[in-house]
């Protein structure tokens, strides 16, 4: 899924409105199992680099304008019912923001002001997560 709402400012005195993004993205590996060590250097693992093809086919083809303002993101894990129940909802974000700013989302991930991640219901197929981005200040 992804929607883009933009709308201008109505005016210099006027509160900034940006433009919401919504997405439905494969579900990330752990942070934990991204790198490697290969012959003394590290590594990005098969695993992310597969995940990042998948991102990247996952977003919707053609130009987007990427969101360059300071932005607020709301991220739902939902999680492959096939995982262990007990997992660590703070280490899914690196390999997707990281590949949402290689895809041109937005400009990059430090521009992320505010982060709400929430663990979402277990997802009976292969787990996705949920981002709505919004865009606060040009």
């Known amino acids: 899924m992804f929607h883009v709402e933009h709308r201008a400012p109505a005016g210099a005195l006027t509160l900034w409105e940006g433009r919401t993004v919504l997405l439905t993205l494969p579900w990330p590996p ?5 790198w490697r060590a290969v012959g003394g250097r590290i590594l990005l693992a098969k695993l992310a680099r597969v995940y990042k093809r998948r991102l990247a086919c996952a977003l919707p083809a053609g130009p987007v304008r990427p969101l360059m303002g300071r932005l607020v993101v709301w991220m739902t894990l939902h999680a492959p019912t096939d995982i262990n129940p007990v997992w660590d909802i703070a280490n899914r974000e690196k390999l997707l923001f990281d590949t949402l700013t290689k895809q041109r989302v937005w ?6 002001d505010c982060l709400m991640i929430v663990r979402g219901r277990p997802d009976a197929g292969p787990g996705r997560v949920e981002l709505a981005i919004r865009e606060v200040e040009p």
């Open 107 to 112: 400009g990059d991930d430090s521009q992320i």
């Open 30 to 34: 752990s942070t934990n199992k991204i």
